[in-house]
């Protein structure tokens, strides 16, 4: 198991809070006399205003992201921030922008008093954004920035704030990752616009989850004869997902050859998912590479029905499935593959 992963299982998790009460005060830097709202949990709430200052009050299970709305026509101005239970005080400044040769309103917000979530989201994202200073790389950063993460939230799995970084930079992660993450969670941050917006993406890509019972498809194999990966039920399958047209698919094809020639016949299979959209050219490919194993392709591209079922963003991409048709691993190759398979195999 990877290490972000490993690590995510260990954490505990944090019990569920009560709904508590809050005030947020606040005055506004330069004047504005119309409406102010304060937008949360989707709904926008009206405050009172008087003399440039206004005043908001309700009740919130946990600290929550907020935004201040000013009654302006579009664009709408708009700022940011998380509010706390208890008292919190904020400063608001509001500027003229021109965008597209049309004026508008634009907002920042300062808290100046109470906002622990805020303080403790500032603080974050500066810690991080040092230790990535000089890194230009922008696959380095976005992994660093993931570990980062990862290696926070299992240190502090009850914090909102840490949790709303992860769904702001979901990208970063798997769906493997995202749904481990969200494993950690309780129920209040479940709750959370955050631990909302990973679920709904865990949830979009439940059919490729690690440890889930893969579904079923068929497509024709390079004879136009249909070959479903049930009728492979009883080995270790790697559906492997390239294209003739896919250099790095093309250049990984040797060592994926040489781990099927060493496992073949003991219990290991591999089902080639072309994105091909020319039957010639992934004829001739699979010639050219020397490819003994089954393929398979609807020749719709990127519209492959498999590759879209299973989020293939990229090629090449793999998920191996056990004997029962549940995906054990997924994006292993090279030795990776080959101890994995090790592995399980008993080899």
């Known amino acids: 198991m990877r290490p972000v992963l490993l690590a995510l299982f260990i954490c505990a998790l944090q019990p569920a809070k009560a709904q508590q009460p809050f005030t947020l005060h606040g005055t506004f830097k330069t004047p504005y006399t119309g409406k102010v709202y304060l937008r949360y949990n989707k709904q926008n709430h009206p405050g009172t205003t008087q003399n440039g200052a206004f005043t908001f009050t309700g009740s919130i299970l946990q600290p929550v992201k907020a935004s201040i709305v000013l009654d302006v026509p579009r664009p709408t101005a708009r700022t940011e921030f998380f509010i706390d239970p208890g008292e919190q005080r904020v400063v608001v400044d509001t500027a003229s922008r021109v965008m597209g040769g049309d004026e508008y309103l634009s907002i920042s917000a300062v808290v100046t008093a109470g906002g622990r979530s805020q303080a403790a989201l500032e603080r974050t994202e500066g810690e991080i954004s040092g230790k990535m200073q000089g890194i230009g790389d922008t696959y380095i950063r976005k992994r660093m920035m993931k570990e980062e993460l990862t290696r926070r939230f299992c240190e502090d799995p009850g914090s909102i704030v840490l949790l709303s970084l992860i769904s702001d930079h979901a990208s970063n992660f798997t769906a493997d990752e995202l749904h481990a993450l969200y494993q950690l969670t309780d129920d209040t941050l479940r709750r959370s616009a955050f631990g909302e917006n990973i679920k709904a993406l865990v949830d979009k890509n439940a059919a490729a989850l690690v440890g ?67 039957k010639a050219s992934w004829l001739k490919a699979i010639a050219d590479d020397g490819l003994p194993w089954l393929q398979v392709s609807d020749l719709r591209g990127w519209q492959n029905e498999a590759a879209k079922r299973f989020k293939i963003k990229y090629i090449p991409d793999n998920i191996l499935i056990d004997p029962e048709g549940r995906i054990i691993a997924k994006d292993l190759h090279g030795d990776a593959l080959a101890q994995k398979l090790q592995m399980v195999l008993g080899i």
């Open 212 to 278: 889930t019972v893969i579904q079923d498809f068929a497509q024709p194999d390079v004879n136009g004869k249909s070959l479903s990966l049930a009728s492979l039920r009883g080995k270790y399958v790697l559906v492997d997902f390239w294209a003739s047209w896919c250099q790095p698919c093309r250049s990984e094809n040797p060592a994926l050859l040489r781990t099927y020639q060493r496992f073949k016949g003991k219990g290991f299979e591999i089902l080639g998912v072309s994105l091909d959209a020319q």
